[in-house]
């Protein structure tokens, strides 16, 4: 669904107010501040899909920032990934400050007090992804927000380009090109990230590396009914107790991390036109969850609502 705020339709006196109102509208709760309120003028044009929202945004100058408040009013985890197409922007988050040029981009959460400043206009394509969908293809990825992803590197030259070009034309897509075309993005973003040096993530502890080579077993393993922490363990050369600890050490469950992986393909299967054809106990058998009856109450437990009326958009 394409929706345009534009403040050319409100009086100048109201333009700001407006505007501050579009935005919370368009994304969550979030504060704007302009140094010249009074001459400020902007346009958001909104792309709202399954799971990604696209937005070109131009505009006056300005900040806009979410803090401890407004989090604690919509808890809700995404990203957000900030490209600046033809003026810079500075992203500022968890201590960290990421000053983007034209061809740059950087990632942030929700779910901690950022700040986006642009000092001259704004004039940058703004991605919101769910939490997951991003985190299941990068298990390392909170500790790469409000960094740089160098726009001099090839790799992100291209993610870029095809960026803005597909956010540009998504909305004409049927419903089964605009499902695969998000699943293109949230890779091209993933592999863009994953460019940032293990110094830059400190990645470099045997811990967390030996945490992302589990997940990532995990991960390609989910449709194996009788994966357990004893298959994973032998596979990772370690023993369960190892394995367990490990997981506590990052306030998780492995148990809790293979339910919550296999819930997320299937509610991804679910939306999926392309598996429309399939019964939702087929989904569910095919990522590894036999009992339906089970099953549906974990999925109402992590999603707040049945799998069928996950499935209808309800």
Same mark, same amino acid.
């Given at each position: 669904?394409?929706?345009? %705020? @534009?403040? +050319?339709?409100?009086?100048?006196?109201?333009?700001?107010?407006?505007?501050?109102?579009?935005?919370?509208?368009?994304?969550? =709760?979030?504060?704007?501040?302009?140094?010249?309120? *009074?001459?400020?003028?902007?346009?958001?044009?909104?792309?709202?899909?399954?799971?990604?929202?696209?937005? %070109?945004? +131009?505009?006056?100058?300005?900040?806009?920032?979410?803090?401890?408040?407004?989090?604690?009013?919509?808890?809700?985890? %995404?990203?957000?990934?900030?490209?600046?197409?033809?003026? *810079?922007?500075?992203?500022?988050?968890?201590?960290?400050?990421?000053?983007? $040029?034209?061809?740059?981009?950087? #990632?942030?959460?929700?779910? $901690?007090?950022?700040?986006?400043?642009?000092? &001259? +206009?704004?004039?940058? #394509?703004?991605?919101?992804?769910?939490?997951?969908?991003?985190?299941?293809?990068?298990?390392?990825?909170?500790?790469?927000?409000?960094?740089?992803?160098?726009?001099?590197?090839?790799?992100?030259?291209?993610?870029?380009?095809?960026?803005?070009?597909? !956010?540009?034309?998504?909305?004409?897509?049927?419903?089964?090109?605009?499902?695969?075309?998000?699943?293109?993005?949230?890779?091209?973003?993933?592999?863009?990230?994953?460019?940032?040096?293990?110094?830059?993530?400190?990645?470099?502890? =045997?811990?967390?590396?030996?945490?992302?080579?589990? +997940? !990532?077993?995990?991960?390609?393993? #989910?449709?194996?009914? $009788?994966?357990?922490?004893?298959?994973?363990?032998?596979?990772?050369?370690?023993?369960?107790?190892? #394995?367990?600890?490990?997981?506590? @050490?990052? &306030?998780?469950?492995?148990?809790?991390?293979?339910?919550?992986?296999?819930? @997320?393909?299937?509610?991804?299967?679910?939306?999926?036109?392309?598996? !429309?054809?399939?019964?939702?106990?087929?989904?569910?058998?095919?990522?590894?969850?036999?009992?339906?009856?089970?099953?549906?109450?974990? %999925?109402? !437990?992590?999603?707040?609502?049945?799998?069928?009326?996950?499935?209808?958009?309800?």
């Amino acid at each position: 669904m394409q929706m345009l %705020f @534009d403040t +050319k339709n409100v009086m100048q006196r109201d333009r700001f107010s407006y505007w501050q109102d579009a935005a919370c509208d368009a994304y969550l =709760p979030i504060a704007c501040e302009a140094p010249d309120p *009074s001459s400020f003028n902007g346009s958001i044009s909104l792309e709202r899909l399954s799971r990604l929202n696209l937005s %070109f945004i +131009k505009a006056s100058a300005q900040t806009v920032s979410r803090n401890k408040s407004q989090i604690s009013r919509d808890s809700e985890r %995404f990203f957000m990934v900030s490209v600046p197409l033809g003026e *810079s922007c500075n992203v500022t988050q968890s201590h960290r400050q990421a000053f983007l $040029e034209p061809g740059d981009f950087a #990632l942030y959460s929700t779910a $901690e007090p950022y700040s986006v400043e642009c000092v &001259n +206009k704004v004039d940058q #394509l703004v991605i919101q992804l769910p939490y997951k969908d991003l985190i299941t293809r990068l298990p390392n990825v909170e500790m790469l927000t409000a960094r740089r992803v160098d726009g001099n590197s090839a790799l992100v030259r291209m993610a870029h380009a095809h960026l803005c070009q597909y !956010a540009s034309m998504i909305g004409t897509q049927t419903d089964e090109v605009k499902h695969l075309l998000q699943d293109t993005i949230l890779d091209l973003l993933a592999a863009s990230l994953a460019t940032l040096t293990p110094e830059q993530h400190q990645l470099s502890r =045997p811990q967390s590396m030996m945490l992302l080579r589990t +997940k !990532a077993y995990v991960r390609e393993n #989910l449709r194996e009914h $009788e994966l357990n922490p004893t298959q994973i363990a032998v596979a990772m050369g370690v023993s369960r107790r190892s #394995l367990r600890r490990l997981f506590a @050490d990052s &306030n998780e469950s492995l148990s809790a991390y293979i339910r919550d992986a296999r819930l @997320d393909k299937i509610a991804e299967e679910l939306r999926n036109p392309l598996m !429309a054809n399939m019964s939702i106990s087929q989904v569910s058998i095919k990522w590894g969850m036999g009992n339906f009856q089970h099953f549906t109450r974990l %999925f109402k !437990a992590r999603f707040g609502m049945t799998p069928s009326a996950y499935r209808q958009g309800s």
